[in-house]
T-cell receptor, first 114, second 112 residues
Framework: NAGVMQNPRHLVRRRGQEARLRCSPM?????VYWYRQLPEEGLKFMVY????????ESGMPKERFSAEFPKEGPSILRIQQVVRGDSAAYFC????????????FGPGTRLTVT | GQQLNQSPQSMFIQEGEDVSMNCTSS?????WLWYKQDPGEGPVLLIA?????ELTSNGRLTAQFGITRKDSFLNISASIPSDVGIYFCAGLGAQGAQKLVFGQGTRLTINP
């Protein structure tokens, strides 16, 4: 399966812990995006990355949230000191770049903060 | 920021009926994408539109990029049970911008 892969699919954290969400883009895709979805709502853009570069993080909260897409390995969305309001579904998408703007989504990570 | 207004929010139809939904915005978008999301899953891309006035089909689905570039429509013909789900429109705004702006979704329910 050459689709976007995310893990874990479900993650439970206590308040104050750290959450790490991983995303492997589709083969041949060099652009990665992270979105957050609250229940009964549409997806909200968080951050756009290319290999080793953050291109647009305008949707990312200024504190506790960070993202990276290293030269080797998956993209990581990291949430430090999680709070209940961080509970949501986090989706990763990828696109090939080069003027092709279609974004393909992974199955998501559902984060629950207790 | 840019916003998309998607309507209707929900639809209850009989199997075999045609479905129409739309997205509007006060801002211009250069690309429109339509996605379907099933419970517990990620959005699946249905149709991509790149030119104002463009009409594109994918099986029983047809989508149009409005000529004003501020709206888009999705039609589903002869609905079947597997069409049940939430449909989202998404737009890309400024030239080269990569962040998708999503509508609130249309929840489609089909009575057999």
């Amino acid at each position: 399966n050459a689709g976007v892969m995310q893990n874990p699919r479900h993650l439970v954290r206590r308040r104050g812990q750290e959450a790490r969400l991983r995303c492997s883009p589709m083969k041949g895709h060099s652009h990665v995006y992270w979105y957050r979805q609250l229940p009964e709502e549409g997806l909200k853009f968080m951050v756009y990355l290319q290999k080793e570069n953050i291109i647009d993080e305008s949707g990312m909260p200024k504190e506790r949230f960070s993202a990276e897409f290293p030269k080797e390995g998956p993209s990581i969305l990291r949430i430090q000191q999680v709070v209940r309001g961080d509970s949501a579904a986090y989706f990763c998408a990828s696109s090939p770049g080069g003027g092709l703007y279609e974004q393909y989504f992974g199955p998501g990570t559902r984060l629950t903060v207790t | 920021g840019q916003q998309l207004n998607q309507s209707p929010q929900s639809m209850f139809i009989q199997e075999g009926e045609d479905v129409s939904m739309n997205c509007t915005s006060s801002s211009i978008f250069n690309t429109w994408l339509w996605y379907k999301q099933d419970p517990g899953e990620g959005p699946v891309l249905l149709i991509a539109l790149y030119k104002a006035g463009e009409l594109t089909s994918n099986g029983r689905l047809t989508a149009q990029f409005g000529i004003t570039r501020k709206d888009s429509f999705l039609n589903i013909s002869a609905s079947i049970p597997s069409d049940v789900g939430i449909y989202f429109c998404a737009g890309l705004g400024a030239q080269g911008a990569q962040k998708l702006v999503f509508g609130q979704g249309t929840r489609l329910t089909i009575n057999p």
